[in-house]
Antibody, heavy 113, light 112 residues
Framework: QVQLQESGPGLVKPSETLSLTCTVSGGSVSSATYYWSWIRQPPGRGLEWIGYIYYGGRATSNPSLRSRVTISLDASKNQFSLKLTSVTAADTAVYYC?????WGQGTTVTVSS | DVVMTQSPLSLAVTLGQSASISCTSSQSLVYSDGNTFLNWFQQRPGQSPRRLLYKVSNRDSGVPDRFSGTGSGTDFTLKISRVEAEDVGVYYCMQGTHWPWTFGQGTKLEIK
């Protein structure tokens, strides 16, 4: 059974870069069948799709995040990653990695000085 | 962006009764290949989202047949028959037809 686990700093300073990694077990990120995705949920609010990547394809990110998002995939480590630059308090959220039918447990990222 | 509008935003149901959640999209969700990429997610308190249904009415593995989905075009419904205590949480519709994929605001289901 596929499992995903997010990892990364829980606290990021304003204007800095948020970096998260998703480690996949029980499945392969090299499968072109799936869109490996990131979504987030600000405190007490709903869900927002950040972007996705699939093996052999390029990443696609939500236009609302403009050019701040980079999603990459490392097949040798069976991981994919998210970088979000120039963060503000509005980026404080629980970040989830997943592939639509399976999601990680989420990691809380707080943007604060 | 496609706006997904759910109603009601909260719902209190007696155990064993049924619940229905409506979801309306601002554009048709029929993709160029004929598929309709409308999903339903459940988020139990303190947990990550879990997809229940995909392409309107297809249940994911392990999802009880108490959960069913109907609809087409811009109007969709999630029905939960014989509500159980474990169904408490927030339900989201989500469209995967138009990028960026978008979620509804969520419907909070409680037990009366």
């Amino acid at each position: 059974q596929v499992q995903l686990q997010e990892s990364g700093p829980g606290l990021v300073k304003p204007s800095e870069t948020l970096s998260l990694t998703c480690t996949v077990s029980g499945g392969s990120v090299s499968s072109a069948t799936y869109y490996w995705s990131w979504i987030r949920q600000p405190p007490g609010r709903g869900l927002e799709w950040i972007g996705y990547i699939y093996y052999g394809g390029r990443a696609t990110s939500n236009p609302s995040l403009r050019s701040r998002v980079t999603i990459s995939l490392d097949a040798s480590k069976n991981q994919f990653s998210l970088k979000l630059t120039s963060v503000t308090a509005a980026d404080t959220a629980v970040y989830y990695c997943g592939r639509m039918d399976v999601w990680g447990q989420g990691t809380t990222v707080t943007v604060s000085s | 962006d496609v706006v997904m509008t759910q109603s009601p935003l909260s719902l209190a149901v007696t155990l064993g009764q049924s619940a229905s959640i409506s979801c309306t999209s601002s554009q048709s969700l029929v993709y160029s290949d004929g598929n309709t990429f409308l999903n339903w997610f459940q988020q139990r308190p303190g947990q990550s989202p879990r997809r229940l249904l995909y392409k309107v009415s297809n249940r994911d593995s392990g999802v009880p047949d108490r959960f069913s989905g109907t609809g087409s075009g811009t109007d969709f419904t999630l029905k939960i028959s014989r509500v159980e205590a474990e169904d408490v949480g927030v339900y989201y519709c989500m469209q995967g037809t138009h990028w960026p994929w978008t979620f509804g605001q969520g419907t909070k289901l409680e037990i009366k």
